[in-house]
C-alpha cells in the first residue's frame, strides 16, 4: 500500500515510514493511494470474528509491510480483555468493545473501557506496541513530547508507559485539569514517563510545545516526535471497531446502519468514512459538535471558517473544543475527487488564517453522497440528554456521548439501526454529571481511591528554554 499525501508534492510512502512522522513533507496528511475494498461476501466472511481477528483483517490491509506474523503479533499483544475491559458490562464479559442496545435501533458503541476510560485508547495502545516495534528495528529511540488538558495526554503516556525506546513529555496546564485527570497521569511511576505540569492554561502549554519543535536542531538531535490525531495509524486503527459495531447490529449481508460520532479534530469519525469507502454498508454518517461547531457549520453550509483562541469556547464536552479540525483535510482530499491542486489551494486560504467556501461548488453537492449529515449540542442539551438517557435506559452516558446522543436524535430513520459511538465514561466528568443527576458517577472498580496514589509531577514555567533544559537533562 503506498501513501500519498493530500497536497500530492510528497514522494509515495509506506505504512512504517509515516508512522513515526507527522505531515508529509509538503505539508498535507497522509492517504492510502486507494481504499481496500471488501466485497459483500468478502465482508459476510468477517462476521463473528474476535476484536483481534477483525483488526488484523482490516489493518494488514493497510499496513502491508509490515510482515503478517508479526503485525498478528503486535495485535493480538494490544487487544487483550485485560486492557480494554476494564469497566461497565465489559469487565464482566471480556468482550471488547461491546454494544449496548439503549432501545431497539438505538445502540451504544462502548469504546471507553480501556486503561483512561476514554476511546483514544483504543487506537493508542497499538501505537504504543506500533512504535516498540518500529524503533526495535532500527535501534533509534524517540522522545514523544505533547501538549494536553486531558484524555489524549493520558491516552499516550498509559500506551508508551515501559515501551523500549520511547520517553513521553507530557506538558499540562498546572491545577486546571480535574483531580481524576490528574491523578490518572501523575500517578504513573514508569521511568520513561515524564509529567510536566505548566504554570498558565493548556495555549502556554501548546505554545511551549511549539516552540520546541520549531526549533528544528533541538527537535533532531534528541529526536523529538508527537502522538497527535493526524497520525494515519491512530486513523486506521479506529476503523476495525465501525466493523465490529456493524456485525454486532446487523444479522445479514447488506444491512445499512448509521453511526453518530462525538467530534473534534475529526480522527474518529474520519475512521467512520474509511470504513464506508471500503465497503461497509453505512447508511449515514452523524457528526454532532457541541458549541465550538465549525464542522457542523461545515456541512450544514459549505462553509469551513477554523476559529480563533477568542472564538473557541471552554465547554463542558471539553475533548471537543477544537478551533480547528486537523483530520478533516482527509475528507475533503475524498470529496474533491483526490484533485490536491483543490486540496492545496483550499488550505493555501485556511494555513493563512481564513476560510473556504464550497457552497457554491459541485462539490457541496456531493457531501450527502459520502452519508455525512451534522447538528450541535449545547451545554443545556447535554445535561438534558444525560438526564433523558438516565431516566429512559437507566444508563449513565458521559458529556461527549450526550452530545452525540442529541444529534443522533435528529437523525434517526426507521428500520436502520442508530450506533452512538461512546467516547468516554463519565466518571471521568464529575462535575456535569453531578449538575446533570445531582449525584456523582460509579467509578469502574480499581480507579476508587486512585488521587490518593503518590504523584510524580515537575512544576515548571511556560518556559521553551527551561522545557529543552530538561528533556535535554533526562535524555541519556
Ligand atoms: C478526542 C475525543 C473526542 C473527539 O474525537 P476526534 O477524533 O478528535 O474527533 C470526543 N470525545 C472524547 C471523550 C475525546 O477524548
Redesign the pocket.
Known amino acids: 500500500m503506498n501513501y500519498v499525501s493530500t497536497r500530492g508534492k510528497a514522494a509515495p510512502m509506506h505504512f512504517l515510514d509515516i508512522l513515526l512522522g507527522g505531515l508529509m513533507e509538503d505539508g498535507g496528511l497522509a492517504m492510502p493511494e486507494s481504499y481496500p475494498r471488501f466485497t459483500p461476501e468478502e465482508l459476510e466472511s468477517l462476521r463473528g470474528l474476535s476484536y483481534p481477528e477483525l483488526a488484523f483483517a482490516v489493518l494488514s490491509r493497510f499496513a502491508d509491510d509490515i510482515p503478517a506474523d508479526d503485525l498478528r503479533a503486535l495485535i493480538n499483544r494490544t487487544y487483550t480483555a485485560q486492557v480494554y475491559c476494564n469497566a461497565r458490562d465489559a469487565a464482566k464479559t471480556g468482550e471488547i468493545t461491546p454494544v449496548t442496545t439503549l432501545e431497539p435501533g438505538l445502540h451504544l458503541l462502548e469504546l471507553s473501557n480501556g486503561p483512561t476510560l476514554?476511546?483514544?485508547d483504543m487506537a493508542m495502545q497499538l501505537l504504543g506496541n506500533l512504535f516498540e516495534y518500529a524503533l526495535d528495528k532500527t535501534g533509534q529511540s524517540l522522545n514523544i513530547l505533547g501538549a494536553t488538558s486531558g484524555?489524549t495526554g493520558s491516552a499516550a503516556e498509559y500506551a508508551m508507559r515501559g515501551k523500549r525506546g520511547v520517553r513521553v513529555f507530557m506538558l499540562s496546564p498546572d491545577g486546571r485539569m480535574s483531580p481524576f485527570q490528574r491523578a490518572q497521569m501523575y500517578s504513573l511511576q514508569d521511568a520513561n514517563i515524564f509529567n510536566i505540569a505548566v504554570r498558565g492554561m493548556f495555549d502556554d502549554a501548546q505554545d511551549v510545545v511549539k516552540a520546541v519543535s520549531n526549533d528544528l536542531a533541538f527537535k533532531r538531535k534528541f529526536a523529538i516526535g508527537t502522538v497527535n490525531?493526524i497520525n494515519w495509524a491512530r486513523v486506521s486503527a479506529q476503523v476495525v471497531y465501525y466493523f465490529k459495531a456493524y456485525f454486532a447490529v446487523t444479522k445479514a449481508a447488506g444491512e445499512e446502519v448509521s453511526f453518530a460520532v462525538?467530534?473534534?479534530?475529526?480522527?474518529?469519525?474520519c475512521a467512520g468514512h474509511i470504513a464506508r469507502m471500503m465497503g461497509l454498508p453505512i447508511r449515514k454518517l452523524v457528526l454532532a459538535t457541541n458549541e465550538n461547531d465549525v464542522l457542523d457549520e461545515f456541512f450544514r453550509t459549505g462553509v469551513y471558517r477554523p476559529r480563533g483562541t477568542a472564538e473557541t469556547h471552554a465547554t463542558s464536552s471539553p475533548?471537543?473544543d477544537i478551533s480547528k479540525a486537523s483530520n478533516f483535510e482527509r475528507f475533503v482530499f475524498d470529496l474533491v475527487g483526490r484533485d490536491a491542486d483543490v486540496v492545496r489551494d483550499l488550505w493555501a486560504k485556511v494555513d493563512a488564517g481564513g476560510a473556504f467556501d464550497l457552497s457554491a461548488t459541485p462539490y457541496f453537492s456531493k457531501i450527502a453522497g459520502y452519508g455525512f449529515v451534522s447538528g450541535s449540542s449545547s451545554h443545556a442539551d447535554r445535561l438534558a440528554t444525560i438526564r433523558a438517557t438516565a431516566e429512559r435506559y437507566a444508563v449513565t452516558v458521559d458529556p461527549?456521548t450526550a452530545d452525540a446522543l442529541k444529534v443522533a436524535a435528529e437523525h434517526r430513520e426507521a428500520g436502520i439501526p442508530m450506533v452512538v459511538l461512546e467516547?468516554?465514561l463519565p466518571a471521568k466528568f464529575e462535575e456535569t454529571i453531578q449538575e446533570a443527576l445531582g449525584r456523582q458517577p460509579a467509578r469502574p472498580a480499581g480507579y476508587e481511591g486512585i488521587e490518593a496514589l503518590p504523584q510524580r509531577v515537575e512544576v515548571m514555567d511556560a518556559d521553551a528554554a527551561a522545557i529543552k533544559a530538561f528533556i535535554a537533562a533526562h535524555v541519556g
Open positions: 476514554a476511546f483514544k484524555d490525531s462525538p467530534s473534534g479534530n475529526f480522527g474518529n469519525i475533548s471537543m461527549h467516547t468516554a
